[in-house]
């Protein structure tokens, strides 16, 4: 089965950077979409970021926008968010998700496989 195990997430202060790993492995899918999902406190779980695996085309929520970027390492079979000028309200569990299929087909109801997730919290 496919395993995606996240890292990179800790505490920052308003303004900072962090940078989310995700490393994924049996991702055998002909087509494959990685997602960035964030579930924060008394909140649903809402998609962050969506790159599409052999293309790299991406595409952002608009509250991250110009903010974050999602990239990918095929070498090292990990994707990446990159999470620059950090608000409080980003505070979260960030959660990695692969999803057979081109990137318009991942949605919270439709990821196939999801990470373990990881803490993000920023301090105004």
């Known amino acids: 089965q496919v395993q995606l195990v996240e890292s990179g997430g800790g505490l920052v202060q308003a303004g900072g950077s962090l940078r989310l790993s995700c490393a994924a492995s049996r991702l055998t899918f002909r087509t494959v979409s990685m997602g960035w999902f964030r579930q924060a406190p008394g909140k649903e779980r809402e998609l962050v970021a969506r790159l599409s695996w052999i293309g790299g085309s991406t595409d952002y929520a608009d509250s991250v926008k110009g903010r974050f970027i999602i990239s990918r390492d095929n070498a090292k079979n990990t994707v990446y968010l990159q999470m620059n000028a950090l608000k409080p309200e980003d505070t979260a569990v960030y959660y990695c998700?692969?999803?057979?299929?081109?990137?318009?087909?991942?949605?919270?109801?439709?990821?196939?496989?999801w990470g373990q997730g990881t803490q993000v919290t920023v301090s105004s």
């Open positions: 998700a692969a999803k057979r299929g081109g990137i318009a087909t991942m949605a919270i109801d439709t990821v196939d496989y």
